[in-house]
C-alpha cells in the first residue's frame, strides 16, 4: 500500500520506516527541512537501536522517501498516518495541540477524493471528534476523509521492536459512523503482524484516545507506588529491592516497573500523566485523577531525596566538592533528555555549589544543549577524576556492569551513589567503596529461587494481552 507519515520526529521517523519495512510505500512529511534532509540522507537525527539500519535499508529499496511538501502527500497516497508531538503546554498542564491541528490544517484542504486519516499521537480525549469536525470544514466539496486513531505504545530503545512486533493494535473509529472500511484497510496495513496473533482491539474514539494516557498512568502510578515504599524503607533501615522481589512473586502486581530509584522521565510519562489530569479537569472528572498528584509529586520527590543523599555522603555540604554524574538520559538506551531525573539532579548539585561533571553514553549532546553550565566527559573514567563522590544517575549497561576496580585509581574518594539500585553492592563495598543507594540499605539477598526481576538496566512496561474483543 501507499501510505504517508506526517510528523518526523521519534514516532513518526520510526513508523515510517517501520511501515516501508512491512513492504510498503511510504512518503514521510515535516516542516523541518534540515530533519527531512538528514532522514533522506540515511541519518536518524535521534538515537534508536536498530532503527538507523530499517531506515536506511528502505531508502535503498525504493520504499521510503521524506519531503517537506503535504502537496506530495496528497497526491502520493489515500492512507496517512498523523505522528507529530503533542507537548506539554508551557503554563498548565494540558497538552498543547497546535502541532496536530496544524498538520490537518496543511493536509486536509488539499486531499481529494477517499482519504483515511490515522491519528498516532497522544491525544486528550476528545480530541478525534474535535478534528473530525475541523476537517469537515477544511476539505472540499466532494471530498471524504475518514479520521481513525490508532495510538502507539513505543519504548524508547526498543521502538523497532515496538512497531513491527506490538503486544497489541488499538483502532478507534467513529461511534456515529456506521462504516468498517477504515477498519478493514488498518488490517490490511497490519496484515503481516496481525496474522501472527497480535490481539486487535477495534473501539471508539474515546476509547482509543483514553487507552495510552490510562496505560501510561498506570506505568507512572506503579513507579511512584515504589518510591514511595522506599521512602518508608528508608526511614526504617528496611531493604525495597527485597520487598518488591517478594511483592513481585504474585502474579496479580509482577516485578516489572517495580525498581525504586529515581524514578521517571522522558517525554511521555510526565506529559501523559499531567496532561490526563487536565483534561479530566475540563470534563468534571477532576476527583477521579486527584492520586495522580501524588504519584507526580512522588516522582519529583525522589530528586531531591538523590540530591540530599550525595550531599550526605561527601559529609553534609557539596560546596567546593566533585561529582562525577554517571548518565543524562531518563532512561537507557535513549538519547532523550526530556524532564530527565538524572540532569535534573545534577543541576541540583551544581547550583548547590559542586563542580558537576556528567558522562553519558549517548545523551551528552542533548544534555549540553539543555544544561551548559555542567561539565562534561568523553568517558566514565574521565568524569570521575578527582570525583569526591561517583553518582550512578542512568542505568546504562556499561555502568551496571563496571568494575569497582575501573575507577579507584583515578577518584579523589571512593565514594558511589546509586541512584538505581542497579550495581552490586556487594562487590563495591569488598572493593572498599563506601556505598550509598537511594530507597535504603542494599543487603545481600541469597539466590532462594527463579527471580522474576528484568536486568537492572532494562525496565520495561509488561502490558497483558487479552483476547480480541468482538467489534463494536
Known amino acids: 500500500m501507499k501510505l504517508t507519515v506526517i510528523g518526523c520526529g521519534y514516532l513518526g521517523a520510526t513508523h515510517a520506516a517501520c511501515m516501508a519495512e512491512l513492504g510498503h510505500d511510504v512518503l514521510g512529511v515535516d516542516v523541518d527541512a534540515d530533519k527531512v534532509a538528514r532522514l533522506q540522507a540515511g541519518e536518524v537525527p535521534f538515537f534508536e537501536p536498530g532503527l538507523s539500519d530499517v531506515l536506511r535499508r528502505n531508502l535503498a529499496a525504493g520504499r521510503l522517501r521524506f519531503t517537506t511538501d503535504h502537496r506530495d502527500a496528497a497526491d502520493f497516497a489515500s492512507v496517512h498516518f498523523l505522528g507529530v508531538g503533542t507537548p506539554q503546554q508551557r503554563r498548565g498542564y494540558a497538552v498543547d495541540l497546535s502541532h496536530v491541528e496544524s498538520a490537518v490544517d496543511a493536509l486536509a484542504p488539499l486531499l ?12 486528550p480525549v476528545g480530541t478525534a471528534a474535535a478534528l473530525a469536525q475541523r476537517m469537515a470544514v477544511l476539505t472540499a466539496p466532494g471530498t471524504r476523509v475518514t479520521l481513525a486513531w490508532s495510538p502507539e505504545f513505543l519504548r524508547e530503545g526498543f521502538a523497532v521492536e515496538d512497531t513491527l512486533e506490538p503486544d497489541r493494535l488499538v483502532v478507534g473509529t467513529d461511534p456515529d459512523a456506521d462504516d468498517t472500511a477504515a477498519d478493514e484497510v488498518i488490517a490490511e496495513i497490519y496484515r503481516e503482524i496481525l496474522e501472527t496473533g497480535v490481539p486487535f482491539v477495534r473501539t471508539d474514539w474515546a476509547t482509543a484516545e483514553l487507552v495510552k494516557v490510562s496505560a501510561n498512568a498506570f506505568l507512572a502510578t506503579k513507579i511512584s507506588f515504589i518510591n514511595a515504599i522506599s521512602e518508608i524503607c528508608e526511614n526504617v533501615g528496611a531493604d525495597v529491592s527485597t520487598l518488591a522481589d517478594a511483592i513481585g512473586y ?3 502486581i509482577g516485578r516489572r516497573f517495580l525498581n525504586a530509584g529515581l524514578g521517571f522521565g522522558g517525554g511521555c510519562l510526565p506529559k501523559d500523566i499531567r496532561g490526563f489530569m ?4 475540563e470534563v468534571g472528572a477532576t476527583q477521579a485523577l486527584r492520586f495522580l498528584r501524588e504519584v507526580d509529586s512522588i516522582n519529583t520527590r525522589r530528586r531531591g531525596a538523590m540530591v540530599d543523599l550525595v550531599t550526605d555522603a561527601v559529609g553534609g555540604d557539596v560546596l567546593g566538592t566533585n561529582i562525577a554524574i554517571l548518565g543524562a538520559a531518563f532512561k537507557p538506551e535513549s538519547d532523550d533528555v526530556r524532564d530527565s531525573p538524572a540532569l535534573n539532579v545534577a543541576g541540583q548539585l551544581a547550583l548547590r555549589g559542586a563542580s558537576v561533571t556528567v558522562f553519558d553514553p549517548k545523551a551528552s549532546l542533548n544534555s549540553r544543549r539543555m544544561f551548559p553550565m555542567l561539565s562534561y566527559a568523553q568517558s566514565a573514567r ?3 577524576g578527582a570525583a569526591d563522590a561517583v553518582v550512578v544517575a542512568t542505568e546504562w549497561a556499561e555502568f551496571v556492569h563496571m568494575a569497582p576496580e575501573e ?3 583515578v577518584v579523589r574518594a571512593r565514594v558511589i551513589v546509586d541512584g538505581r539500585r542497579c550495581l552490586d553492592a556487594t562487590a563495591w563495598r569488598a572493593a572498599g567503596w563506601e556505598f550509598h543507594a537511594i530507597g535504603g540499605p542494599m543487603r545481600d539477598r541469597p539466590n532462594v529461587g527463579p527471580t522474576p526481576r528484568v536486568r537492572p538496566d532494562v525496565a520495561l512496561p509488561q502490558v497483558e ?7 463494536r
Open 112 to 123: 481529494r477524493g477517499e482519504h483515511l486519516i490515522i491519528g498516532k499521537s497522544t491525544v
Open 250 to 252: 504474585d502474579g496479580r
Open 278 to 281: 487536565a483534561r479530566a479537569d
Open 382 to 384: 574521565e568524569a570521575c
Open 407 to 409: 575507577l579507584a585509581d
Open 465 to 471: 494481552t487479552v483476547a480480541t474483543p468482538p467489534s
